[in-house]
Structures are given as C-alpha cells and as structure tokens.
C-alpha cells in the first residue's frame, strides 16, 4: 500500500539575512580601506650595496637642498623648470654624469621628492642622496 | 463602492534590487581600495610625476609631519624601532620597507631612517609618494 504524504510547501530561503552580512561587508570595506593611490620612489637601489660598478660615472654634479626647499647648483638657486633644463644639457653631454644631492636637515621631504623627481624626469640615472652626520 | 484590489507580493522584487545595488557597491569599494593599516596621525605623502606603481605587501613606516612614528599602524619610538625592523627582516629578508613620510616631515627625521633601514639589511627600501599630474 503506497501512502501518499502531503506536499509540504516548498521552503522560501530568506534574504534578509544575506543582505545584513552583504552591508556588514560594505561598512567593514568601506570603513578599513584607503582610497589614496600611493606610487613609491626607491630610496635605496639594488645595485648600489654591490661592491664596484660596471661603469664609472664621468662626472658629478652636486645639488645642494637648502632648509627654505630651493635647490642650489654651482652656487646658484634653480627653480623646478631651470634645473631640469639644466640637468637635461648635463646628461645629453655626459649621460653618465652622477647627480649628488646634499639636502639640509630642515628641508622638507617634499622638496627632496621634487628633485629627485627633476633629476628623473631629466634623464639622471645615476642619484645618490647624501646625508652628513654630526660628529659625535 | 469598494474594490479589492490583489494583494501584491510584498517584498519581492524590491529586495532583488538592493541585493544588486549593495552587491554592487561592496565590489566597488574592495576593488578600488587598499587595505593598508593607517597611521594614527595625519600622514599626506609627497607628489611625484615619476613613481611607479606601489606593489602590494612589505610593511609601512609612517612618519608625521612632526617627526612621530607608526609601524604598520602601530605608533612606535625610535628606540624601539630597531628591534622591531630586525625582527620583521628575520621571518623575511626580502621585505620591503615603504617609508610614508608626511611631506612637510623635515628631513632629519626621514633620511636617518632610509639609512637604518639599509644598515639592518632591507634591499628594498622605498620612499611613498603620490601621483601629481605631469603640468
């Protein structure tokens, strides 16, 4: 004898709590993430730990970053553009020519980016930041 | 004279477009951010026309614009940063070092922590900026 169940009525799956864990995970996104778009300039590169280099360089120029952010090339203050110009010449001459920048201790990390990014932009491969220590 | 209207599904297509609209949203925001942990101060990095894109992973060391630090989110003195830098480069030798310093931070409170950084044994030490359009 077949016994016949009654049909249960089809369970309907609730999607509220799906949407309370969905905005648990907006909030929590929304809240931890930070939205800047970050880029990074090497500070120390790979290649300068190395003992020797395979090519030496033909010349250095030296750039020194006063307190006040100006950069200051053979003793004469250089806005961003001039550098550059200045920079670009020096490197269509030599492009192995060293760049050597000496900031000051009070200068901001803003104007160092500045001329490390000129130097970039001018075609400088070759940058060392230098950092003079006081004796002890 | 009064009409009955049907009773109308209460709830069901309604709740099918929020679904979408916070599914959308939530992709949206784990898409476009980072989850990076966040210095407890102000830290407004430098612009740079010439960065290059920043490589998920290593550890963050944020400075202030006054000098105070945070690794990883975490505030920490200059004495205790030694320690806390080697023991990190032991689980891992390649890790990189990404030092976020306020743009207005003076450089006698960043360019001594590029060179501890180096004299610890990072490779891989980077300064963070942010992209400044070419003008």
């Known amino acids: 004898m ?29 809240v931890t993430s930070t939205y800047l778009n970050l880029d990074m300039i090497p500070a120390v590169k790979p290649s300068e730990g190395t003992a020797g280099s395979p090519q030496t360089p033909a010349g250095t120029l030296m750039i020194r970053l006063g307190a006040d952010g100006v950069p200051v090339l053979r003793g004469t203050a250089l806005d961003r553009e001039t550098l550059r110009t ?17 900031p000051s201790g009070a200068a901001q990390t803003q ?7 000129t130097a970039a932009l001018a075609g400088v491969t070759r940058l060392r930041v230098l950092r003079l220590e006081a004796a002890p | 004279m009064k009409l009955n209207r049907p009773a109308r599904n209460p709830h069901s297509e309604t709740i099918i477009a929020l679904i979408d609209v916070v599914f959308f949203l939530l992709v949206f925001f784990m898409l476009i951010g980072r989850m990076d942990a966040t210095a407890p101060f102000d830290v407004r ?8 894109d920043m490589p998920a992973g290593g550890i963050t060391l944020a400075i202030s614009a006054t ?11 200059r004495g205790a ?7 990190l480069l032991e689980n ?4 990189r070092l990404r030092i976020n310093a306020h743009r207005a931070a003076e ?5 001594p922590l590029v060179a501890q950084g180096e004299a610890l044994g990072f490779r891989n030490v980077v300064l963070v900026v942010t992209p400044e359009t070419d003008g």
């Open chain 1, 2 to 30: 077949m016994i016949n169940r009654p049909a249960r009525p089809r369970a309907l799956i609730s999607l509220v709590p799906m949407i309370d864990v969905m905005l648990i995970l907006l909030v929590f996104f929304m």
């Open chain 2, 92 to 95: 891992d030798p390649e890790l």
């Open chain 1, 111 to 117: 104007a160092l980016i500045t001329v490390m990014d």
């Open chain 2, 81 to 87: 940063l030694s320690p806390a830098l080697s023991a």
């Open chain 2, 45 to 52: 990095p430098a612009t740079a026309v010439t960065g290059r």
């Open chain 2, 67 to 77: 000098g105070d630090l945070a690794l990883d989110g975490k505030e920490i003195t």
């Open chain 1, 86 to 102: 200045t920079l670009s010449a020096a490197m269509a001459e030599e492009p192995l020519t060293q760049v050597v920048i000496l």
């Open chain 2, 107 to 111: 450089l006698r409170n960043v360019l």
